[in-house]
């Protein structure tokens, strides 16, 4: 199984600030990689797959870049709207996800 | 309007059993992949089994095998999940998901539309 790990847990930024969340992989999954977004008592939507691709309808500010076992969600300008919970997952290997990272308001 | 909507969950006592169904609408629901996803309260996501646009390929994480089955009526735009010897470790909301790529030969895929989730809960 491909352990997917996620850095840091918890990320405190403040509204218009540069958010830069982490994800490793325990083996390479070359460029199948995915982020979620997830707010309290929602389903989870899809931002970015193939590592670098925004799905419809996701803002610019969203942007994703690695491949291998290194991956990176960037966030360019914190709006109030997305302080949630972030999740990688990779679909190399069947799917696994990381444990989330949490973006909270500074 | 592309939506899923999952109904079926429930408190079951361990050991027993439960059918989750996924309604789809908005789309071809047979041809995409499908897939069910779990998160139990306050943890991460858990990928729980997929199916293949024909219901040819079925897939399970190691720890439903055997006591899961994914299945779905591409005539009713509906899939399912038949669970059956339930343990407290299967508490958890059940979202249903759709494979992202139309006609998709594989499962790898990110998932781009889900629905709202069912809870189920096992407790005596």
């Known amino acids: 199984e491909i352990v997917m790990t996620q850095s840091p847990a918890t990320l405190s930024v403040s509204p218009g600030e540069r958010a830069t969340l982490s994800c490793r992989a325990s083996q390479s999954v070359s460029s199948n990689l995915a982020w979620y977004q997830q707010k309290p008592g929602q389903a989870p939507r899809l931002l970015i797959y193939?590592?670098?691709t925004r799905a419809t309808g996701i803002p610019a500010r969203f942007s994703g870049s690695g491949s291998g076992t290194e991956f990176t969600l960037t966030i360019s300008s914190l709006q109030s709207e997305d302080f949630a919970v972030y999740y990688c997952?990779?679909?190399?290997?069947?799917?696994?996800f990381g444990q989330g990272t949490k973006v909270e308001i500074k | 309007e592309v939506q899923l909507v999952e109904s079926g969950g429930g408190l079951v006592q361990p050991g027993g059993s439960l059918r989750l169904s996924c309604a789809a609408s908005g789309f071809t629901f047979s041809s995409y992949w499908m897939s069910w996803v779990r998160q139990a309260p306050g943890k991460g996501l858990e990928w729980v089994a997929n199916?293949?646009?024909?219901?040819?390929?079925?897939y399970y994480v190691d720890s439903v095998k055997g006591r899961f089955t994914i299945s779905r009526d591409n005539a009713k735009n509906s899939l399912y999940l038949q669970m059956n010897s339930l343990r407290a470790e299967d508490t958890a909301v059940y979202y249903c998901?759709?494979?992202?790529?139309?006609?998709?030969?594989?499962?790898?895929?990110?998932?781009?539309?889900w629905g709202q989730g069912t809870m189920v809960t096992v407790s005596s």
């Open positions: 998901a759709r494979h992202r790529l139309r006609g998709a030969r594989t499962s790898r895929d990110a998932f781009d539309i």
């Open positions: 997952q990779q679909y190399n290997n069947w799917q696994t």
């Open positions: 199916i293949k646009q024909d219901g040819s390929e079925k």
């Open positions: 193939g590592a670098s």
